[in-house]
């Protein structure tokens, strides 16, 4: 089945490669909705300047599913379009990793999914459902994933979304009854925990060989990348951030919660370009400070980076606004 729908795939990614080549810009814009730089901007305005509590929520699904999307790559090991045939194009960025199930529409449906559910307006609500397919639809057009990769992704996307819906709540309340001490040890404990589950998934499933025609493919279309489809970067990204998400929010509730709406349009230009200030200087400067290496060394550094990342983006900087007189407290 898999094999049918990546020829399928293939074909279709062929017609459209060729007969629409006018609509590559439009879908690299598309898809660029559903890259790490675009959730980078908007996750933080949402949590700084519009609902603390709504970007917080987008912010931790969206770690929980890319955590879950790198499951399921390294499980599955499935390859890319442009990896099977050199007659398609990778029209994005190079990948590294599996296509299988395709990270874009698993985080469209899920974080987009659940930014649906909070808006109050139909139309709005309409826009946001057909942009989650509107970026897996981009994904199959620049032939980075197939049709088997986006129709996964959008189910596991959708089932993370209604899982979620369901136990928001109850886990919320018992989250809320702890001490801000066990708070953040309990966050700690899920990042970890998650953490180590994929890299013994990783550790399990890596002596698998890449087949060399995927890696001839792979130099065919990128001549000077290499795919890392083990990697442990992603993962320790999702997990790191996710942390320093859940104990950024338990500073702020501590301190007497955050205002995100509040406060003149001056200040809000003023607290976002302060707030993303801060995180390149945490993702770049402290990338180029610490030493890159595939160790222990190198994987904790990476994990203290989007700790902190995390904890910049929901719990120092608020404070820090609150503080300079740019925000309110709630």
């Not at 974080?111 to 199959?140: E, M």
Request: hydrophobic share 55%.
């Amino acid at each position: 089945m898999l094999a049918f729908l990546m020829d399928l795939s293939i074909d279709i990614i062929r017609f459209l490669q060729t007969q629409l080549a006018f609509l590559t810009p439009v879908m690299r814009l598309i898809t660029f909705m559903g890259n790490e730089e675009f959730y980078l901007l908007i996750m933080p305005l949402l949590v700084w300047s519009v609902e603390y509590s709504l970007g917080l929520r987008l912010g931790v699904m969206l770690m929980v599913s890319g955590t879950l999307n790198t499951y399921f790559k390294v499980l599955l090991r499935r390859p890319r379009p442009y990896w099977v045939s050199s007659r398609i194009l990778n029209l994005s960025e190079p990948m590294g990793s599996f296509g299988l199930p395709s990270g874009h529409s698993q985080n469209a449906a899920s974080v987009f999914g659940l930014l649906a559910t909070a808006i109050p307006k139909k139309w709005l609500r309409i826009v946001t459902v057909i942009t989650i397919f509107l970026i897996a639809f981009s994904r199959l057009f620049l032939g980075v994933h197939s049709l088997a990769d986006i129709l996964l992704g959008l189910a596991i996307g959708f089932l993370l979304l209604w899982v979620f819906m369901r136990i928001e709540a109850p886990v919320s309340a018992y989250f809320q009854r702890q001490t801000p001490l066990r708070q953040v040890l309990l966050s700690l404990i899920v990042s970890l925990a998650l953490l180590f589950a994929g890299v013994l998934i990783i550790n399990l499933c890596q002596t698998t060989p890449i087949p060399p025609l995927w890696l001839e493919n792979v130099q065919v279309a990128h001549p000077y990348e290499d795919i890392a489809p083990f990697s442990l970067d992603g993962l320790i990204t999702t997990t790191a951030t996710l942390f320093g998400l859940a104990a950024g929010n338990v500073m702020v509730q501590s301190a007497g919660g955050y205002h995100a709406s509040a406060g003149k349009m001056w200040q809000h230009l003023t607290r976002f370009m302060i707030g993303i200030a801060g995180v390149l200087l945490i993702w770049k400067g402290l990338g180029d400070l610490f030493p890159d290496g595939m160790d222990l060394l190198g994987f904790s550094l990476r994990y203290l980076r989007y700790t902190l990342i995390g904890l910049w983006i929901s719990g120092i900087a608020p404070l820090v606004f609150i503080k300079a007189k740019l925000a309110y407290r709630e």
